[in-house]
Every structure is written in structure tokens, then in C-alpha cells.
């Protein structure tokens, strides 16, 4: 998947986001949804960041900052799918399913950046 692509899908999880409390009322799933569009824009940030760093701290700084937005989306995610458990909102259990598959994504780039530049490295 091209970096473009990613941040097109990164996108459209934002958009989605920000209709979760369309989706639930009742709830207050303000704080939760804004934490996960807050996370997903610096995950894209981060990102371009890290594939620019050329000074080995910087990497590793940012790459940690990536990794605990990365955590806050699993976080966010959880908490919509253990309310879901509750309301069953097939809308809901999709857009779960698109952050999860979304954040693998991310996992998986970062993963492959990590190995390529720890091989320069070597």
C-alpha cells in the first residue's frame, strides 16, 4: 500500500470517528472519539516524520511517540467495542473492524521501517 493510500484510509477512520456518536445515543463518546482523530492526524504526522529522520535518536524518539498514538487508537477502539457489546450496531462493528485493520497497516509499516533502518544500521 502506498503512503498515499494509507493516509486516503487514515482519513475516511477520522471521518467515520466523528460520526461514532451518531451511532450510539446516549452515550458520551466525545472525549473517546476526539482522543481517536486527535491520534490518527499525528499518527500521519508521525509517519512522514520517521521516514525522514536521518539522526538515529530522532528515529527512535518518534517512533516511540508513533507507538503510544497507535496505543491511545487501540484504546478508543476497545472502549467502542465493549459498549457494542451491549447495542450490537453492525455501522459500529464495522468501523471497529476498519480501525483495527487500519492499525495493523500501521503496525506492519513500522515494523518494515524499523527492520530496514536497524539493517543500515548493521
Do not use: W
Not at 462493528?93 to 509499516?109: M, N, P, R, T
Request: charged content about 35%; glycine content about 4%.
Amino acid at each position: 500500500m502506498k503512503l498515499e493510500e494509507l493516509e486516503r484510509k487514515n482519513e475516511k477512520f477520522r471521518q467515520a470517528a466523528g460520526r461514532i456518536d451518531e451511532l450510539l445515543p446516549g452515550e458520551n463518546l466525545i472525549s473517546l472519539c476526539s482522543l481517536m482523530i486527535r491520534s490518527s492526524k499525528r499518527v500521519d504526522q508521525l509517519l512522514q516524520i520517521i521516514l525522514q529522520s536521518s539522526k538515529k535518536v530522532q528515529f527512535y524518539k518518534y517512533m516511540d511517540r508513533m507507538e503510544e498514538e497507535l496505543d491511545d487508537i487501540v484504546f478508543g477502539l476497545d472502549e467502542l467495542a465493549i459498549l457494542n457489546t451491549r447495542k450490537k450496531v453492525p455501522q459500529l462493528e464495522d468501523f471497529i473492524k476498519f480501525g483495527y485493520d487500519l492499525l495493523q497497516v500501521y503496525s506492519l509499516a513500522c515494523d518494515s521501517i524499523i527492520a530496514k533502518r536497524t539493517h543500515q544500521e548493521v
